[in-house]
């Protein structure tokens, strides 16, 4: 089957070679006002959160005994 397609595209390509087919004009057209999905808005986070704020702390916490290495010897 590999051997019939290879032979398939090379006459292809040979016949393409010799005449090549004619370019398509394609009008260019804007696609109308909701044809597609809206896209969704970004969150904004508050600043207010106070999950937000513990979560912040504990990772800073963790950062801080990361940066100071392994406790023991």
């Not at 504990?58 to 406790?71: I, R």
């Amino acid at each position: 089957m590999f051997a019939g397609f290879c032979v398939y595209a090379y006459y292809k390509f040979v016949r393409y070679e010799q005449a090549p087919p004619e370019p398509t004009k394609h009008k260019i057209t804007e696609l109308p006002p909701g044809l597609l999905p809206e896209r969704p808005k970004p969150t904004r986070f508050s600043d207010d959160d106070p999950a937000l704020h513990e979560y912040n702390a504990y990772l800073a916490e963790l950062a801080k005994t990361d940066n100071e290495g392994p406790t023991n010897p």
